[in-house]
């Protein structure tokens, strides 16, 4: 769990996750100023926290990283904010491990109407809509979307793609799909509701714009790679 902020919702989150299916759960905490560490210490969660906010993307570094550690066969990126419904996780779980791939994504956009059932604002949906258009073109891929938080992902996969080069803020999320794709890493996809309210997590439009133009520079990126012009991001 990559938490900043989470303590109203941490709690029914954590509840939430189906017994028997999660080892363990880790969070790390990038330097909340509520109570999210106090909460998570209180449901015996394990706790790592960062002395100073590094970003989105950097909270997940350290959650692979740390699961790696830990011997962690699937890691599941579940955020606290309950956005996200936990009760699937054993199906993400289920994707990798039965062979359907090395990512499983949950996807608001498998089942017909979700996402704006579950209160995406319009312009995320339009966003979301353009965005993954322009990333199965480029990656010749057939994903519904690619801009979920919720995704599991297998020990082989991270052990694999350069994930540490990523950025340290949202784009992370583009990085590390377009990653799977430079290294051949086949991606499932697991049907997800999920809802937005005041205290879920977030990013505003002048957030998710920078994102956006971000997410279509690292496309862009990656087909110079293709080109020959080669970064970092996509080899060993």
Known sequence: MPAYNAAQTLRSTFFAIPSGVA??????????????????????????????????????KTCYMEALRQGADVVVMLHPDGQYDPKVLG???????????????????????????????????????????????????????????????SRRFLETVPFLRNSNDFVFDTQILVQAAAFDFAIAEVPVNTKYFSEASSVNFRVSTVYGLKTLAVLGGYLLHRLGLKSRLFKH
Not at 23 to 51: C, F, G, N, W, Y
Not at 137 to 143: A, F, K, P, T
């Open 91 to 153: 199906d993400m779980v289920a994707a990798i491990q039965s062979g359907k791939g090395d990512i499983a994504l949950g996807s608001r956009f498998l089942a017909p109407g979700a996402a704006r059932k579950g209160g995406m604002p319009w312009w995320k949906f339009l966003a979301n809509r353009f965005l993954t258009t322009c990333e199965n073109l480029v990656l010749g891929l057939h994903l519904s979307e690619y801009h979920t938080g919720y995704r599991a992902y």
């Open 23 to 60: 080892d363990k759960v880790l969070l790390v905490d990038d330097a909340s100023s509520d109570r999210t560490v106090e909460v998570a210490k209180e449901l015996e969660i394990q706790v790592i926290e960062h002395p100073h906010n590094v970003g989105y993307g950097g909270n997940q």
